[in-house]
């Protein structure tokens, strides 16, 4: 039987284990990736490894989530990981160089190579062969020094695209129209693998489009072959010679196909405030529309903002709107700049940002209260713009600048009817993409003396391996879908301590409980009880990090999201699936009691826990975990984990 572009990949860097839906395998990994909220982490735990040089082809360093030095804190953290990958071997992007993965894929990502990132939108150079993974910072930092990382064979989904795409139809509204199918939840444990004669009349810019949002669905990552449009991309890039054409067999078989007919599809935008609540644009047109953002790393490459400087072209934004660009790279703004089309924007009334996730994560541009912001960015899980109340859409840049002309939400075609001489700008691409690598230091060029942490810098902390007896109250009860947004928000006034872990923790949870995190400590001890999808969203580990901190034992909830139940491992929280009625019955404030011998039960392969409520009551705990993730748990996590690994085998590379 033949195989998928996925396990050919995965074939290619097995280091353990068979390609069998559901196994546990180890793979090499090629690339790493992180970026400034989560790398402070990654190299504080690189450090604490006792590791001293990065064993990958390549790693980069961005600065990207938090670029605004208000005080002293962000500065020092960018200097302090400008000194890390310095110190220990990788490329840095400085702040305001661009958003991780649009810099990635302009400078680094190759086809048929495995990359690791501590950042949840990692897989979207799928869109040009990489296969590329979202997960923890901790196992990036192990994947640094040259350890495996494990994972569930996923399974392999096949989208089979047909036809083309009609005016104004564009890549958001394909993976805005899979995830109005599918939901969140309809890529968990799967790689979406695009193939179909469709794939030829999508650029790869398009393409990173569709794969950097399969994320929202959930997937593991998400991957098209190359072919000459991956060649030629590559060539503007400068980096042609990186080029490796790779697909599926023939006869390959995939666990499920999934059709869709470019041809059929229409403008799209998901309304607030999840981003599979997706319908036809025209089914919200005339609400009025307050601010419009081009950018993110999902639409804020040059080819997405050039459509937008040609529709704004000799035009005006409407008085009631405002509208920014924030390119998802320097590079693209350079590009926009030297080409005019940055000027021809400012004056139809557009205002530039930096080249940074900025508004994506409520830094900057935060909507007026009871408003309506419209936002070509992969994410409008509620609050997230950094103001509770939010109304937040996700569409196309055209849909996005049509919108911000007419100053109320409008379908481009609806728009291009009335005005009478807009047409769809189509998709266009860059020459060359010459931009300037001032921005970037290689390894060879480090310019710090060994690290440098300023104070707001500390250790990270550990946790003592896991406990016989459990027990304490459930300290929080929350709903379906808590986002790591909720767990620790990501906004410019709490992740500035995300190297100082007892100040980051006092926020832990806020946004759903302000006394939570004092509770918790109060309680030294307890459990966090959630409903379905618990930690979906952003890759940050802080989210288990710091419930860790405050003595959060484990989580009982009727199902996690894949990366935050790596981290909870890789924290010693115990994760435990229960179903609906066990959910439904336990009150916050139970107190709750593993019966079980946890640690020997952990480390034995034991599934089934019992959890006794009140000393009143029992139901079943369900521990779906690997022969590795239950070492790791009983262990106290990954980093102490590692080391007793590591003084077991004289300093060898981290399993
Ligand atoms: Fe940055 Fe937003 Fe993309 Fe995350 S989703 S990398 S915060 S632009």
Redesign the pocket.
Known sequence: MGQTLTEKILDDHLVEGELETGEEIGIDIDQVLT?DTTGTLVWLQFEALGLDEVQTELAAQYC??QTYQFDFKNSDDHRFLRSAAGTFGAHFSRPGNG???QVHKERFAAPGKTMLGS???TPTPGGMGELAIGSGGLDVAVAMGGGQYYIEMPEVVNVRLEGELPDWATAKDVILHLLGELSVKGGVGKVLEYTGPGVENLSVPERTTIT?MGTELGATTSIFPTDDHTQEFLDRLGRGDEHVEIGPDDDAEYDDVIEVDLSDLEPLIATPSMPDNVVPVREVAGEDVDQVII????N?AYEDILPGAKMLEGREVDKRTEMIVAP?SKQASELLAREGWTAEMMAAGVNFSEAT?GA??GIGHVPASDSVSLRT???NFEGRSGIEDDSVYLCSPEVATASALAGEIVDPRDLADELGDLEDPGFEMADKYDGSTADLIAPDEAVDDGLVKGPNIGDVPLKDPLDAHLQGSALLKMDDNITTDHIIP?TQDILMYRSNIPKLSEFTLSRVDDDFAQRALDADGGFLVAGENYGQG?SREHAALCPMYLGVEGVLAQSFARIHKANLFNFGLLPLEIDEDTYADIEQGDDIEIVDDVEEAVRSGQDEFTIRVNDDWEATGQLDASAREREILADGGKLPHTKAQQDDSSGAAPA
């Open positions: 970026q990207d989530h958003i991780c993965h950042d949840s939108h950097n950018g993110s790393c999902t804020g998802g996730c994506c994560i960015f992969n994410r990501a952003s």
